[in-house]
């Protein structure tokens, strides 16, 4: 996994083989199937794994808020963050999907284990609370993708350089959050101060991988 994370942090998906990953552990290209039945077995392991650290830090970010709503600011504000500063991180977890590679986390998950992972569970819980109601509610399930949609949008219009109106997404991110909140039930709603530098600091995977190679091909 490890190598194969390095490989895609380099290259990126498209100059990933199983090959290049027997050559990096000094195998035979086939070895690795030994643990993977295809490529694409591997990078969901690898989409789950980041997956994982995203969904840690929404917790870590969320974690110190004192009411519901301050929970939510620092969630929708620490997605914000790991986005920018985890690209490849991000893109790899919401991109790069064979549809036959995402078909099959969905008949093998389904939405039972979408709503066990770590960063949307902590979304439900969140909205549940500001409705005082059950995270299986169906308000509360429409609302949650709301919530993770206009992020993702935000956050996908930046990576990809397409903000070309104006104001940059440090300028937008406070007034969509607010705005968030309101959608997601508060009727306590005001301008937060909490400012991306409070957040816990952003510990990528692949980003981390591809800024180290980027070093050592400048030397």
């Known amino acids: 996994m490890e190598a194969a994370v390095a490989i895609v942090a380099e290259s990126g998906l498209e100059g990933f083989s199983m090959r290049a990953l027997g050559q990096?552990?000094?195998?035979?290209?086939m070895m690795p199937y030994r643990h993977f039945a295809s490529k694409d077995a591997l990078f969901v392991e690898i989409k789950r794994l980041v997956f994982d650290r995203f969904g840690a830090y929404l917790d870590a970010c969320a974690s110190s808020g004192r009411t519901p709503e301050a929970r939510l600011r620092r969630h929708c504000l620490g997605y914000i963050k790991f986005g920018c500063e985890?690209?490849?991180?991000y893109q790899l977890i919401f991109g790069h999907w064979s549809r036959s590679a995402y078909q099959a986390v969905l008949a093998a998950d389904g939405v039972r284990s979408l709503n066990m992972t770590r960063g949307w569970s902590a979304a439900l819980d969140i909205v549940a609370e500001l409705r005082d109601t059950s995270r299986e509610d169906r308000d509360v399930i429409v609302t949650c993708h709301t919530v993770w949609g206009a992020l993702h949008g935000l956050v996908s219009l930046h990576l990809a350089r397409k903000l070309g109106f104006g104001p940059t997404?440090?300028?937008?991110?406070?007034?969509?959050?607010?705005?968030l909140v309101q959608i997601a039930g508060s009727k306590r709603a005001s301008r937060s101060s909490i400012r991306a530098a409070d957040l816990p600091i952003v510990q990528p995977l692949l980003s981390a991988n591809a800024k180290r190679s980027r070093s050592r091909s400048s030397r």
């Open 169 to 179: 997404i440090e300028e937008i991110a406070p007034s969509l959050i607010e705005n």
């Open 24 to 29: 990096r552990l000094g195998t035979t290209q």
């Open 86 to 89: 985890a690209p490849a991180d």
